[in-house]
Structures are given as C-alpha cells and as structure tokens.
C-alpha cells in the first residue's frame, strides 16, 4: 500500500463488530436489566450495572466465545471495505494484546482482515509499552481519523488535526457529544462525514 494514504483509526467492540449486542444479552441474562446495546459502552454502562459487573461481563465479551458470538454492526463491513479503497485502516481497540487474536479470528470470518492494516492496543502498544489513550495511539502512528463507539476513547488527549467521530448505531435519543467531536448514529453517516463525496455525487 502507498505510504501517502490517510489513516483511518476504526474501533473494534460495538463499532465494527457487535459486541455490544453480546454485551446487552449479557446483563439481560446475569442482571435482568434492559440495556440498549448503544448504551453498553463502559462510559454509559458502568452507571447502570456498576463496575464490578462490567468486568464480569467484559471477562466473558472480550475472550474467544463472546467475540465469535457477536454479530456486524449494520453497514460496518461495506463501510470499512469502501474507506479501505482511500485509506489505510488500523484497529484502534482498548482490548488487552492477547485478545486481539479474537478481533482477527472474527474478521478473516467476515472476509474483512485484508482490509485492515495494523492492530494497535492502547493497552499495550505505545512507543514506550505503557497504556495510553486512543489519541495519543493516532499521535503516535499518524491516525489522522478516529472512530469510537465510547466518547471516552475519544478525549483525554489534545492532537492535532486528528477527527473524532462518535458512532452510536441505533441509538435515536438525544446525544450530547464532547467538543471536538462528531456524532454519527450509523455508519452511513459515518460514510457522510469521511467520504462526503460519495453522496454529493450520488454514488450510494
């Protein structure tokens, strides 16, 4: 690939494939609370489960049975496939290392790991090894675009000229969305704010 391609930072767990879905069924079945899947990201479900609960259940979602048991997001796959055709794609996740063989495992299933072009952990993939945030992975690596399902993942750390997009898939409630950040409820919108083109020529 050219090394002039922009880099598209994509997060992995309820933006690419659905975990959060895994995620909702999970507190469903343990907890008998109804969670909406938008809302299983761990800044808006610690609240409402606790913290305790969400490592339970993050012990189950994020190994090898609850990861393969996860769904697409809907239009994540097609989504990545077209950014993929201008751009490089890293995996930006908050996953431990060793769990990432999980995300490819899932993606060679959907036909999309040749899409993808690294895989980094802000567990575990700093210059240095220490834990960072998302921001400071893109900072590190010239990820000039960041897609997150948790808003979290997409502060804490000031870099410039780098986008933030929020992804919240389904969710039709009001959203309030940090500075700095852009709010897309699918990944059709996604594709409005990264590949405007595409619509303004109506290409679908």
Request: net charge negative.
């Amino acid at each position: 690939m050219k090394n002039d391609r922009k880099i598209i930072g994509v997060d992995y767990d309820g933006t690419i494939a659905n975990t959060s879905g895994v995620k909702a069924h999970w507190i469903r079945e343990h907890l008998g609370i109804e969670v909406p899947p938008w809302q299983t990201d761990r800044t808006s479900c610690v609240p409402l489960i606790g913290p305790e609960n969400y490592q339970r259940m993050s012990q189950f979602v994020y190994e090898r049975e609850g990861s393969l048991r996860a769904g697409e997001v809907p239009g994540s796959i097609d989504a990545i496939k077209e950014l993929a055709r201008h751009s490089k794609i890293f995996i930006v996740t908050a996953r431990q290392p060793h769990q990432i063989r999980w995300c490819k495992e899932w993606l060679r299933g959907k036909g999309l790991d040749s899409f993808i072009d690294a895989y980094l952990s802000a567990a575990g993939n700093s210059l240095d090894g220490s834990e960072v945030t998302k921001p400071q992975l893109c900072r590190d690596y010239g990820v000039g675009v960041l897609i997150d399902d948790d808003e979290r993942h997409l502060g804490g750390t000031q870099v410039d000229n780098l986008r933030r997009i929020l992804v919240k898939s389904g969710c039709t409630e009001a959203i309030v969305v940090p500075e700095g950040v852009e709010l897309a409820r699918s990944w059709r919108d996604v594709l409005r704010i990264v590949r405007p083109e595409l619509f303004a020529h109506g290409e679908e």
